[in-house]
């Protein structure tokens, strides 16, 4: 494998997805693609990639390997508890409904965990929530809606039993939750961001762009929330200067817009 032939498999994966590999940390995608093409036979990115251009299934275990599609409901337990407890009340400020962005939302545990908490609290019937991801599969899944128990270590037992419908060794998302997420494929390196969001919650996948790619996207996001809105991010994902990007920390990993 050389360089060249990396930087070609770029271009041709741009012309083809419109997915920026450059814009991703090379050493880390480098490694977990070359990881993959080994594992199915191929030498090199050249090889890699004519094979995807004939086989649908082998260009969606790409994207899989691309995305980490790794996630569970309330990762991070306490942080959702701060936001349910301590910041969506100051979201709400006497509102009965807010507009919510999962970005990257992999295969659906995270937007079902807020829509749980909106639910809990009387919020889910007038609020939006909007879900994205790059890889059309994790959406498939996300809105089949079924999980193992994996997925459900962090979920509280009054919300397992509130929003789940155990059947064997899985577990469903009740349809009333279901229904509440708008899925949609999306882009985040180069498609258009929606705005007025009161909550966007990006978590676990910027540790994976290049630190130009991040600031880019810190800039979207802000100018994509509310003023006074709160963007939430991941646990090794923290802002350091948000006052750059016209945000100001209000809990860690938690931000609102100025």
């Not at 997805?17 to 050493?27: C, M, N, P, Q």
């Not at 594992?39 to 990115?45: A, D, L, R, T, V």
């Not at 990993?253 to 100025?258: A, D, G, I, Q, V």
Request: charged share 30%; hydrophobic share 35%.
């Amino acid at each position: 494998m050389t360089d060249k032939d990396y930087v070609a498999f770029i271009e041709k994966i741009k012309r083809k997805s419109g997915i920026d590999l450059s814009l991703y940390k090379e050493t880390q995608m480098k490694r977990r693609l070359k990881s993959l093409y080994e594992k199915k036979g191929f030498q090199s990115f050249h090889e890699f990639f004519l094979a995807m251009e004939k086989d649908k299934c082998l260009y969606n275990l790409f994207l899989d390997r691309m995305t980490i599609n790794v996630s569970e409901f309330f990762r991070n337990y306490q942080r959702w508890n701060i936001l349910e407890k301590k910041l969506l009340p100051r979201l709400l400020n006497g509102k009965k409904h807010i507009k919510v962005w999962s970005a990257a939302c992999s295969t659906g545990e995270e937007p079902y965990t807020i829509a749980m908490i909106l639910a809990q609290n009387s919020l889910l019937e007038a609020s939006y929530i909007l879900a994205t991801d790059i890889d059309e599969q994790a959406i498939k899944t996300a809105q089949i809606g079924i999980y193992s128990e994996r997925a459900l270590k962090e979920v509280p037992l009054e919300y397992k039993t509130n929003y789940f419908q155990q059947e064997g060794s899985f577990y469903h998302v009740k349809e009333d939750i279901k229904r509440s997420v708008t899925f949609r494929k999306h882009n985040l390196l180069s498609d258009r961001f929606e705005t007025d969001f009161d909550l966007i919650v990006c978590r676990n996948v910027l540790i994976y762009f290049t630190e130009s790619a991040k600031k880019e996207l810190y800039e979207k996001f802000s100018k994509s929330l509310r003023r006074n809105g709160i963007l939430f991010v991941g646990s090794t994902e923290q802002i350091f200067t948000p006052e750059k990007y016209g945000l100001k920390t209000i809990e860690t990993f938690f931000y609102t817009r100025l």
